[in-house]
């Protein structure tokens, strides 16, 4: 009866539009109540301030600040004209463009969203006006956006690896060779799309000049040397290397002319709003954590996947087909927060790489924004371009299917996320 009361009230609540963090807080605080364990939210509180005390949170808004200000400060412009002084005379070229200025971005800005929006609003009217057709660069626009949380500096491995005690800087090394694998499979299925369907490019466009454009470029691209240098040979930690961002992205964004103190303002202000949502649900995914702890479910999964007999590789195909399915309906970090906690011990028990998992897990639920029928980068797509929604999801299908193919060899072979951590030192 409880349970049942629980579900109804879910039920009601995603009917009438709740807030996803409201919504887990409230049947959190009702599952407390139905299993007789109210006497413990007496130390709820303490609790929710413990786990937000976390050095590896820092870097997260410094990151999102970052991003903000670089997309104001004309950095993705910057990028957008030396990708296409060099990849633009190629068949396609505009298709390449759009995978290498998202490798570009997300060394500095690390969100799906945020890559999106910008070449949704600045290459994909290029893209037409060119010759492609609108459903063809939304739809290479979306599947490379995913490259942005998976290359470092990336929120969501941020905010994993603070939620879960991996090492943050141990995962921005392991995402370097899946992004670019991402990229390189991006740029073979644009290829093929080029010459199947006779997409423009050649010698004869009129494409920027490599030299001025290569010089207006050196300012953004020395911001993921900065960021992943610093990070990966031990010079900085991950916060101090997103403060040393926004300090860069604030001289490289006036040194451009595009941004002014006026736009730092607004960056600092959709900061703190984005900041006030996330902490919310951080807090609301604490208490879920903390009946789930004394109810025992992530022991009582572990038990019922040792009776289903389901090696480590087993386990990982139904970690997949889980974050799957709440990276269809549910916003990335609120997915993580909930989930994780619950299927991620049994993992470990196994003996599964807590790295190599994270990888899998970051990877898979990035892949859900482009996924139907609430992924993120397929609604700001389909607002900024003016396409209708269904038709996007359509034409991103191909992409989709091949970057969940990608995400099942990612699994089969921890050795490709697994190795440059290695090579650093840093597992």
Same mark, same amino acid.
């Given at each position: 009866?409880?349970?049942?009361?629980?579900?109804?009230?879910?039920?009601?609540?995603?009917?009438?539009?709740?807030?996803?963090?409201?919504?887990?807080?409230?049947?959190?605080?009702?599952?407390?109540?139905?299993?007789?364990?109210?006497?413990?939210l007496a130390v709820l509180p303490q609790r929710l301030f413990s786990q937000l005390d976390s050095f590896a949170f820092l870097a997260m808004p410094l990151f999102i600040l970052a991003g903000d200000l670089m997309n104001r400060g004309g950095v993705a412009n910057a990028l957008i004209e030396f990708s296409m002084a060099v990849f633009g005379r190629l068949k396609g070229g505009l298709g390449h463009v759009n995978v290498?200025?998202?490798?570009?971005?997300?060394?500095?800005?690390?969100?799906?969203?945020?890559?999106?929006?910008?070449?949704?609003?600045?290459?994909?009217?290029?893209?037409?006006?060119?010759?492609?057709?609108?459903?063809?660069?939304?739809?290479?626009?979306?599947?490379?956006?995913?490259?942005?949380?998976?290359?470092?500096?990336?929120?969501?491995?941020?905010?994993?690896?603070?939620?879960?005690?991996?090492?943050?800087?141990?995962?921005?090394?392991?995402?370097?060779?899946?992004?670019?694998?991402?990229?390189?499979?991006?740029?073979?299925?644009?290829?093929?799309?080029?010459?199947?369907?006779?997409?423009?490019?050649?010698?004869?466009?009129?494409?920027?000049?490599?030299?001025?454009?290569?010089?207006?470029?050196?300012?953004?691209?020395?911001?993921?040397?900065? %960021?992943?240098?610093?990070? &990966?040979?031990?010079? @900085?930690?991950?916060?101090?290397? +997103? /403060? *040393? =961002?926004?300090? !860069?992205? $604030?001289?490289?964004?006036?040194?451009?002319?595009?941004?002014?103190?006026?736009?730092?303002?607004?960056?600092?202000?959709?900061?703190?709003?984005?900041?006030?949502?996330?902490?919310?649900?951080?807090?609301?995914?604490?208490?879920?954590?903390?009946?789930?702890?004394?109810?025992?479910?992530?022991?009582?999964?572990?038990?019922?996947?040792?009776?289903?007999?389901?090696?480590?590789?087993?386990?990982?195909?139904? %970690?997949?087909?889980?974050? &799957?399915?709440?990276? @269809?309906?549910?916003?990335?970090? +609120? /997915? *993580? =927060?909930?989930? !994780?906690? $619950?299927?991620?011990?049994?993992?470990?028990?196994?003996?599964?790489?807590?790295?190599?998992?994270?990888?899998?897990?970051?990877?898979?639920?990035?892949?859900?924004?482009?996924?139907?029928p609430l992924g993120s980068v397929l609604l700001i797509l389909s607002t900024v371009v003016k396409l209708e929604y269904w038709t996007l999801i359509r034409v991103t299908l191909p992409f989709l299917v091949a970057e969940i193919a990608l995400l099942f060899v990612l699994t089969y072979v921890p050795s490709l996320t697994l190795a440059l951590p290695h090579a650093l030192g840093l597992h």
């Amino acid at each position: 009866m409880p349970a049942l009361f629980i579900i109804v009230f879910v039920s009601i609540s995603l009917v009438a539009g709740s807030a996803i963090a409201y919504l887990i807080g409230a049947s959190a605080v009702l599952t407390f109540l139905a299993v007789g364990k109210d006497q413990f939210l007496a130390v709820l509180p303490q609790r929710l301030f413990s786990q937000l005390d976390s050095f590896a949170f820092l870097a997260m808004p410094l990151f999102i600040l970052a991003g903000d200000l670089m997309n104001r400060g004309g950095v993705a412009n910057a990028l957008i004209e030396f990708s296409m002084a060099v990849f633009g005379r190629l068949k396609g070229g505009l298709g390449h463009v759009n995978v290498v200025t998202s490798v570009f971005f997300a060394g500095v800005s690390g969100s799906a969203t945020a890559d999106a929006a910008a070449l949704g609003n600045s290459l994909v009217p290029e893209m037409e006006r060119r010759g492609y057709t609108r459903e063809y660069a939304s739809a290479i626009t979306g599947a490379s956006s995913i490259i942005g949380p998976i290359i470092p500096p990336s929120s969501i491995m941020i905010f994993y690896g603070a939620l879960m005690g991996t090492n943050v800087t141990a995962l921005f090394a392991a995402g370097i060779v899946p992004g670019l694998l991402l990229a390189v499979m991006l740029m073979a299925m644009n290829a093929y799309f080029a010459h199947r369907d006779d997409h423009p490019g050649g010698k004869d466009l009129d494409l920027p000049r490599f030299w001025p454009s290569l010089l207006r470029a050196i300012p953004a691209l020395m911001l993921p040397a900065i %960021i992943l240098g610093g990070t &990966l040979f031990g010079i @900085m930690t991950p916060a101090e290397a +997103a /403060a *040393v =961002a926004v300090l !860069a992205a $604030i001289v490289v964004g006036m040194g451009y002319g595009h941004l002014t103190f006026r736009g730092i303002l607004d960056s600092l202000m959709r900061t703190a709003v984005m900041l006030g949502g996330l902490f919310i649900l951080l807090c609301a995914i604490s208490t879920f954590s903390y009946i789930a702890a004394l109810e025992e479910w992530p022991q009582a999964i572990q038990h019922l996947v040792q009776g289903w007999g389901l090696g480590p590789i087993g386990y990982l195909m139904l %970690i997949n087909a889980i974050f &799957l399915g709440a990276g @269809m309906v549910m916003d990335v970090k +609120a /997915a *993580v =927060a909930l989930f !994780a906690p $619950i299927f991620v011990p049994a993992a470990l028990a196994m003996g599964i790489d807590p790295v190599h998992l994270a990888i899998v897990i970051c990877f898979n639920i990035t892949v859900g924004l482009l996924s139907p029928p609430l992924g993120s980068v397929l609604l700001i797509l389909s607002t900024v371009v003016k396409l209708e929604y269904w038709t996007l999801i359509r034409v991103t299908l191909p992409f989709l299917v091949a970057e969940i193919a990608l995400l099942f060899v990612l699994t089969y072979v921890p050795s490709l996320t697994l190795a440059l951590p290695h090579a650093l030192g840093l597992h």
